[in-house]
């Protein structure tokens, strides 16, 4: 298998588990961002296609992060106890995404053509992306399992309160 072939398959795989991710997920603002990265990957795999079929090296940028952080601003009075059932498929998809960065990276260094090894270092940077956007995703998701003062008091006045009585 060439390495179009694999990140070909790379690219499939990374799709196919945002669209899951996208289905379970109860939060909208979630679901859009899942759905922008399985975007992403099939990008990144026309990418490869062409390749693969000898046509000039060229990609369609991503606009996922600036989506992401639009998304997060909405987001931020959203409760979910469903997205946080999800919290290992998104430490598997950051594995996933910090594997294919790596992957990327790697090819370019041993690409002997510049153009493809400039579009394989910007996978690579996209692949990053894709790794912070979700990082944020499960900081977002995990924050009440990290920050007890946010599940346990709904309210300042709880907070200001706790222990004087």
């Given amino acids: 298998m060439n390495v179009f072939d694999f990140a070909m398959k790379m690219e499939q795989d990374g799709k196919a588990f945002y669209l899951k991710l996208a289905e379970k997920t109860a939060l909208a603002g979630l679901k859009n961002i899942f759905t922008q990265l399985a975007e992403d990957e099939q990008k990144h795999y026309d990418t490869f296609a062409g390749l693969k079929k000898k046509a000039p090296p060229a990609m369609q940028a991503s606009t996922?992060?600036?989506?992401?952080?639009?998304?997060?601003?909405?987001?931020?009075g959203e409760k979910s106890a469903q997205a946080k059932d999800d919290l290992e498929g998104y430490q598997h998809a950051m594995k996933l995404e910090a594997e294919s960065f790596r992957f990327?990276?790697?090819?370019?260094?041993?690409?002997g053509d510049e153009k493809i090894k400039a579009l394989l270092l910007k996978i690579a940077g996209e692949e990053q992306k894709h790794f912070n956007i979700l990082q944020n995703v499960y900081d977002f998701v995990n924050?009440?399992?990290q920050y007890l003062a946010w599940v346990e008091f709904s309210n300042l006045d709880e907070f200001r309160n706790f222990g004087r009585e």
């Fill in 64 to 76: 996922a992060l600036k989506n992401a952080k639009n998304v997060f601003e909405k987001l931020r």
């Fill in 104 to 111: 990327y990276e790697d090819a370019a260094g041993k690409e």
């Fill in 143 to 145: 924050a009440p399992n």
